[in-house]
């Protein structure tokens, strides 16, 4: 198997932005969060992200303004390192290597140059033990330094960022863990622990969850998983300590945090209600309700003015101090609620696949940014756990996105299943879905599968479901009985069955002719203008998978995959297996714009990727680990235009991109070359060249100006690097992140002095005079041509006589025809009587 590489696997968007709790600038005008491998910066007013923050080589584990400079943020990942950015401009300034992986980070006001991480402890026996570390960062001019300094400060914390919390003036540490809160103080070098008994007398669980300290009173406030939140006071006297009890949170309290002041305390759980409490008036609260999805992390500007919270569906929330939502940056809605295919929006070419509970959300590839989430259930989502409520669980689109099939289901118990059918409609005037028709109970049990014909040139729209009752359905888009009525509707046209076995998947051929169903292990084709069985195919014992139609010309072929690990092709002619090979394929799709098919094989803990035609005996592309785990969702998404790639190994991405999810939930695609050299040439365009077209601005000055090639300085004067790329770094650097200027100022100077050979008065050239020059000589030409002859004669005497005296330089000249253009008449007007 040959593996191409002109074929690359990049990541395309959609990682978890509510993996780590989010970082607000000083200013509150940028928002910064961990992103898979990367820190992403968004605005916090027009919640785009400015910049992506790359370079780290796994999870970014934590995020963290730097003290000393409010410009800069430290990162830290699971790669060992710790990163120092410029996150206005995107620049990465300096790379720390620790050597371990890293789980958080933090920073105290009085420790400068020093951080806090969290880590595995070294040559430990038992499993998830960590320590928390104080790292110093060394200050020197390389870009990549070793860190050779570490010192343990906690032999036993938790991986959980919300699990420590720095003190009044970083005086001390509270760390917390299951049942234990331990109080460390940098003085002393000493910690104090405190313990609370598992259940309380009521049965509550008094697990620590999370910690925060006040900014300005020696108070710490601890959430537990009964919902309440105590206050710890005095801890200073072991002996001594005290604690009030907040309680308002049904559930686990997932995170607190105090205001930069602290006069309030934030607090958030699976409610998804911010609680906010007053300090020492803890009777007062406000609440700020229905954020959509449960609270993970909380987070307040330096400033203020801004909070956000970090929710389960992949949300990141901004909050003005008087708690009102100013913001929403959502990102791609994953987890194991992605039960529907990818599917791609013929009018928005969005992403399509169900996303927090009950909708169905809509994910720009281009701008990586969800567009708009469609509410199919239309009930307030309680969150409650044992509480089952209704769940999209099927959805497709028609070829032209006219219409969508969505498939909702909710099941109280073994025996009772409710199903929703539920068509819509495009409308052009609103630019959104609309219901327009709903089914109750299509079928007696759960739904597996649902598909439209894909037919450009099908006339009546028609939806296939099939169920686990044995039986699939037809649903075909039918007039109004009545003039009166309010438009069309769905109604069910046929119900079909074979042998009493349980339907599986289904699909529609190119042309809307066939419709092939899998009951257990045989494959059945239908005839979709009558309903009639055609024929049977049977195959290897093995329930199938996946099945589809080939395009283009492979359309006289059917694939499919089964359980026991085969793929197979039928040639629907003879009505025979064509060929069948022995593959772990766990996903199977068409190219809906070429013949090609996409095949995902799971093997020794990766997933392959294959890319064939159906009568092709060697498979077009091919590429072995394309990602960790198992792949769950695939499409192929058709280009706005054509690339023209020359390699062979890469045609098949001409027309489609292929996406992929995998099991760890990250958005991949394949980037070829002709895709990035064609984006480097979009770049090279951008550069300023001294060819373009001279702007009037340009023409107003450059007019007056000596051209340098007339000049004789210009042959004599030595020309700055302009075009070095060291020099273009240095003007296109930010100030703050720049060497000291005695470093470069010896230099620059340098290039700017003028050459000493030939430079005297000598040697140099008479100076030309310019237009407005010889202008001026010109109009002093015809003043003299209107003096008398006696006079013209009497000059020539005198200039006869002076001839041999020294002749004027240029200078004297300009002054002396500067002298003649004065208005004298005044002196007239003087000497009259």
Not at 311 to 333: E, P
Not at 444 to 457: L, P
Not at 555 to 572: D, I, P, Q, R, V
Not at 622 to 640: D, L, M, N
């Amino acid at each position: 198997m040959v593996e191409h590489r002109d074929v690359r696997v990049v990541y395309r968007g959609g990682s978890r932005i509510n993996f780590r709790e989010p970082v607000i600038s000083n200013d509150s005008r940028f928002l910064l969060c961990a992103a898979g491998e990367f820190v992403k910066v968004f605005s916090t007013v027009t919640e785009e992200c400015v910049h992506e923050l790359r370079g780290h080589t796994d999870q970014v584990t934590g995020v963290l303004l730097r003290p000393s400079n409010h410009l800069q943020v430290y990162s830290c990942s699971a790669d060992g390192t710790i990163r120092l950015w410029d996150f206005t401009d995107g620049i990465l300034i300096k790379t720390y290597v620790v050597g371990y992986p890293i789980f958080s980070i933090y920073a105290s006001p009085n420790h400068n140059d020093v951080v806090f991480v969290v880590t595995c402890v070294q040559n430990d026996k038992r499993a998830e033990m960590f320590q928390l570390v104080a790292v110093r960062l060394p200050r020197c001019a390389d870009q990549r330094v070793d860190v050779p300094d570490l010192s343990a400060v906690l032999s036993d914390v938790s991986s959980n960022p919300a699990a420590v919390a720095f003190g009044r003036a970083g005086g001390f540490l509270a760390s917390v863990k299951g049942l234990q809160m331990e109080i460390y103080f940098f003085k002393t070098s000493k910690s104090s622990r405190f313990f609370l008994k598992e259940d309380n007398k009521k049965g509550g669980r008094n697990t620590f969850t999370c910690v925060a300290c006040h900014p300005k009173d020696d108070c710490v406030a601890t959430g537990h998983e009964d919902g309440k939140i105590r206050l710890w006071r005095n801890f200073n006297h072991k002996k001594e300590y005290t604690y009030s009890i907040l309680h308002w949170h049904h559930s686990a309290v997932s995170a607190v945090r105090f205001t930069p002041e602290g006069t309030n305390l934030l607090s958030g759980g699976v409610e998804s209600v911010l609680v906010q409490w007053r300090y020492n008036q803890e009777s007062q609260k406000d609440f700020l309700p229905r954020l959509g999805a449960a609270i993970t992390h909380l987070a307040v500007s330096p400033d203020g003015a801004l909070f956000c919270t970090s929710h389960s569906d992949n949300k990141i929330t901004i909050i003005q101090s008087c708690v009102r939502v100013s913001a929403v940056i959502q990102g791609l809605v994953k987890g194991e609620n992605v039960r529907t295919d990818l599917m791609v929006d013929p009018r928005s070419k969005a992403l399509v696949l169900n996303g927090k509970p009950g909708h169905l959300q809509f994910y720009s590839l281009q701008r990586d940014k969800l567009l708009f989430n469609l509410d199919v259930v239309q009930q307030e989502f309680i969150h409650q756990s044992g509480l089952e409520q209704f769940q999209v669980v099927r959805a497709a689109l028609d070829a032209s996105g006219s219409w969508l099939a969505t498939v909702e289901e909710r099941k109280r118990d073994a025996a009772d299943l409710e199903l929703n059918l539920k068509l819509w409609r495009f409308d052009e005037q609103t630019q959104s879905f609309e219901l327009n028709t709903t089914v109750a109970a299509p079928h007696e049990a759960r739904i597996t599968a649902a598909c439209f014909d894909q037919a450009a040139s099908s006339r009546t729209s028609t939806l296939v479901t099939s169920s686990r009752d044995g039986r699939f359905k037809a649903w075909r888009l039918a007039a109004p009985a009545h003039t009166d009525g309010d438009g069309p509707s769905w109604s069910c046209d046929f119900v079909g069955a074979y042998h009493g076995l349980v339907p599986g998947r289904c699909c529609f051929s190119a042309d809307g002719s066939l419709l092939a169903v899998a009951f257990r292990e045989v494959a059945t084709v239908w005839s979709a203008a009558s309903w009639e069985l055609l024929t049977t195919l049977s195959q290897p014992p093995g329930d199938i998978r996946d099945l589809c139609f080939g395009r283009m010309s492979g359309s006289k072929y059917l694939l499919g995959t089964n359980e026991n690990k085969m793929l197979l092709c039928w040639n629907l002619l003879s009505c025979s297996l064509e060929w069948s090979t022995s593959m772990d394929v766990r996903l199977l799709l068409p190219d809906p714009l070429s013949e090609n098919m996409a095949a995902f094989c799971f093997q020794d803990g990766s997933t392959d990727l294959f890319v064939f035609g159906p009568g092709e005996p060697r498979p077009l592309f091919s590429q072995k680990a394309v990602c960790s785990g198992s792949v769950t969702r695939a499409v192929f998404a058709p280009r706005e235009a054509e690339l023209e790639s020359c390699e062979e190994s890469s045609q098949w991405l001409n027309r489609s991109q292929l996406y992929f999810l995998t099991q760890f939930m990250d958005l991949l695609t394949f980037s070829t070359r002709a895709e990035e050299e064609k984006l480097m040439a979009a770049n090279k365009q951008l550069v300023i060249d001294d060819a373009v077209a001279m702007t009037p601005f340009h023409l107003l000055l450059g007019k007056h100006r000596r051209p340098e090639a007339a000049s004789g300085l210009s042959a004599e004067r030595t020309p700055p690097p302009h075009g070095s790329p060291a020099i273009k770094e240095l003007l296109q650097a930010p100030a703050h992140v720049l060497p000291a200027a005695s470093f470069l100022c010896s230099a620059f100077v340098k290039s700017l002095l003028v050459s000493a050979a030939g430079s005297s008065e000598e040697s140099r050239p008479p100076e030309e005079e310019t237009e407005s020059e010889k202008e001026e000589e010109e109009s002093d030409e015809e003043t003299r041509t209107r003096i008398s002859r006696p006079d013209q004669e009497s000059r020539g005497a005198r200039g006869g006589r002076e001839a041999g005296g020294p002749a004027l330089t240029k200078a004297q000249l300009r002054e002396l025809r500067r002298i003649r253009k004065l208005d004298l008449g005044w002196l007239a007007g003087l000497m009259e009587p």
